[in-house]
């Protein structure tokens, strides 16, 4: 049974900083592509950061610069860490692998910029 479990949101206030994690069990991890998604209310879910199972990263536009997404293939785990964060950055973030073409998804956390 493949999970995903993310943790690490919250309430933060504009300016500061957040570090999410996703654990990943029953695949391969080492082999898996990650990313991260959002979705804020009413909006589409909108892809924020990849890592290929060989470490490369790609971002986009709107996060460049303040997040960054990194892997431990020791733990099983993709991180997040979102810098300078914005009240547009609230949202549900969630963790998605992807191993043999094959998608899985995490629950998500949701992550709340805002004074």
């Known amino acids: 049974q493949v999970r995903l479990v993310e943790s690490g949101g919250g309430l933060v206030q504009p300016g500061g900083s957040l570090r999410l994690s996703c654990a990943a069990s029953?695949?391969?991890?080492?082999?898996?592509?990650m990313a991260w998604y959002r979705q804020a209310p009413g909006k589409e879910r909108e892809l924020v950061a990849a890592?290929?199972?060989?470490?490369?990263?790609s971002y986009a536009d709107s996060v460049k610069g303040r997040f960054t997404i990194s892997r431990d293939n020791a733990k099983d785990t993709v991180y997040l860490k979102m810098n300078s964060l914005k009240p547009e950055d609230t949202a549900v973030y969630s963790c998605?692998?992807?191993?043999?073409?094959?998608?899985?998804w995490g629950q998500g956390t949701q992550v709340t910029v805002s004074s």
């Open positions: 998605n692998a992807e191993v043999y073409s094959i998608v899985y």
């Open positions: 029953g695949i391969i991890f080492g082999i898996a592509s």
């Open positions: 890592i290929t199972r060989g470490g490369s990263a």
